[in-house]
């Protein structure tokens, strides 16, 4: 009997082990199910984000070429809505102009009819070549089911000078050997080389400035100010970001302000200059020839000054502030941080 009893239960385990085991497998094959329809929904899923881009817009190109004669002391033109512009000079006295217009919008055919909207212009007189891009004036042009942009790129005379305007796109010009002005509302500006002057601007982007000869105005709202290897006098200013002045080399005047960002000079200083250099939120560094000779004006209202200069001390010593003359004197240097400090040192 008790052996009887004793198999009853073995079976009414094996059967509840068997149970427990065909269970587990249907729920597992219901967990595969699961997951290999979320693969599937998700290989969907993507594909769709893929593709949607593709599916909502389309785009058209199209290539514009034109030249006009110009003297080779001539001056260039050319104003952009939406774009790049880049300027380069060859021996020709002529101004060859190569754009690529490009829209953008639901249907090819509404990205051609966008792009047949905007002009571009060129007309030529006497010692001038001006370019300008002309979109619609209808404000339901802007900013619906329409993005059209061109971007340029000018050869110019040699000696001929130029003013290149952008609202939204960089700016570059290479080797003018003309008075350069490049001003942008969203970009970058960009000059390499240069015989004459240079006014280059932008409200948000970097400026940058490399191997010119002459005088250069420099500014930014939002972005650096950089310029390395230059001759003339400099005057760079910008509110949020940093400005460094490398290698300058023949300057009578510097001017280098920041609001917020830092403050860096590297070159020479004449007896006969005014340099001054100045942030309100960021360091001052001044690297200076060995053997110059200068007289000195540096304050740091929340931070240190310091100099590696032997200096005649004038006034009282603090390490706030500091005036006095260094070998002869000459050179007349202001450097001031309100939240930052001020370095003077020597270089090579």
């Given at each position: 009997?008790?052996?009887?009893?004793?198999?009853?239960?073995?079976?009414?385990?094996?059967?509840?082990?068997?149970?427990?085991?065909?269970?587990?497998?249907?729920?597992?094959?219901?967990?595969?199910?699961?997951?290999?329809?979320?693969?599937?929904?998700?290989?969907?899923?993507?594909?769709?984000?893929?593709?949607?881009?593709?599916?909502?817009?389309?785009?058209?190109?199209?290539?514009?070429?034109?030249?006009?004669?110009?003297?080779?002391?001539?001056?260039?033109?050319?104003?952009?809505?939406?774009?790049?512009?880049?300027?380069?000079?060859?021996?020709?006295?002529?101004?060859?102009?190569?754009?690529?217009?490009?829209?953008?919008?639901?249907?090819?055919?509404?990205?051609?009819?966008?792009?047949?909207?905007?002009?571009?212009?060129?007309?030529?007189?006497?010692?001038?070549?001006?370019?300008?891009?002309?979109?619609?004036?209808?404000?339901?042009?802007?900013?619906?089911?329409?993005?059209?942009?061109?971007?340029?790129?000018?050869?110019?005379?040699?000696?001929?000078?130029?003013?290149?305007?952008?609202?939204?796109?960089?700016?570059?010009?290479?080797?003018?050997?003309?008075?350069?002005?490049?001003?942008?509302?969203?970009?970058?500006?960009?000059?390499?080389?240069?015989?004459?002057?240079?006014?280059?601007?932008?409200?948000?982007?970097?400026v940058r400035v490399e191997g010119a000869e002459g005088d250069c105005d420099l500014g930014s709202v939002s972005g650096d100010v950089y310029a390395s290897r230059v001759?003339?006098?400099?005057?760079?200013?910008?509110?949020?970001?940093?400005?460094?002045?490398?290698?300058?080399?023949?300057?009578?005047?510097?001017?280098?302000?920041?609001?917020?960002?830092?403050?860096?000079?590297?070159?020479?200083?004449?007896?006969?200059?005014?340099?001054?250099?100045?942030?309100?939120?960021?360091?001052?560094?001044?690297?200076?020839?060995?053997?110059?000779?200068?007289?000195?004006?540096?304050?740091?209202?929340?931070?240190?000054?310091?100099?590696?200069?032997?200096?005649?001390?004038?006034?009282?010593?603090s390490n706030k502030e500091i005036k006095g003359k260094v070998n002869k004197g000459g050179a007349y240097i202001i450097a001031k941080a309100f939240s930052g400090n001020?370095?003077?040192?020597?270089?090579?």
């Amino acid at each position: 009997m008790k052996t009887a009893m004793k198999e009853i239960r073995i079976g009414q385990k094996m059967r509840k082990v068997r149970k427990n085991i065909k269970g587990e497998k249907i729920m597992r094959k219901k967990e595969r199910s699961k997951f290999k329809g979320f693969e599937i929904g998700l290989i969907l899923l993507l594909g769709w984000l893929l593709v949607l881009p593709l599916a909502a817009e389309k785009r058209y190109e199209q290539k514009f070429e034109k030249t006009e004669n110009l003297s080779r002391d001539g001056q260039v033109i050319i104003s952009n809505v939406s774009g790049d512009i880049k300027v380069l000079v060859w021996k020709e006295d002529k101004v060859k102009i190569e754009a690529i217009k490009r829209a953008e919008a639901s249907s090819q055919s509404k990205a051609k009819e966008n792009m047949d909207k905007v002009e571009i212009q060129v007309k030529a007189e006497p010692g001038l070549v001006r370019i300008e891009t002309k979109y619609p004036e209808s404000k339901r042009f802007f900013g619906g089911d329409s993005s059209v942009s061109v971007d340029y790129t000018l050869w110019i005379p040699e000696k001929a000078s130029v003013e290149a305007k952008s609202v939204s796109g960089d700016v570059r010009v290479e080797q003018p050997g003309g008075q350069v002005k490049a001003n942008t509302v969203s970009g970058d500006v960009t000059v390499i080389g240069g015989k004459k002057s240079i006014a280059a601007k932008t409200v948000s982007g970097d400026v940058r400035v490399e191997g010119a000869e002459g005088d250069c105005d420099l500014g930014s709202v939002s972005g650096d100010v950089y310029a390395s290897r230059v001759k003339g006098s400099v005057e760079a200013e910008v509110v949020s970001g940093s400005v460094r002045l490398l290698e300058i080399s023949e300057a009578q005047r510097v001017s280098a302000k920041s609001i917020s960002g830092s403050v860096e000079y590297r070159g020479q200083v004449y007896s006969d200059g005014r340099y001054q250099f100045k942030s309100h939120s960021g360091s001052v560094t001044l690297v200076l020839p060995a053997d110059s000779s200068f007289e000195l004006e540096a304050e740091a209202f929340s931070g240190s000054v310091s100099t590696e200069f032997p200096i005649e001390i004038i006034g009282k010593i603090s390490n706030k502030e500091i005036k006095g003359k260094v070998n002869k004197g000459g050179a007349y240097i202001i450097a001031k941080a309100f939240s930052g400090n001020v370095e003077i040192r020597k270089g090579s």
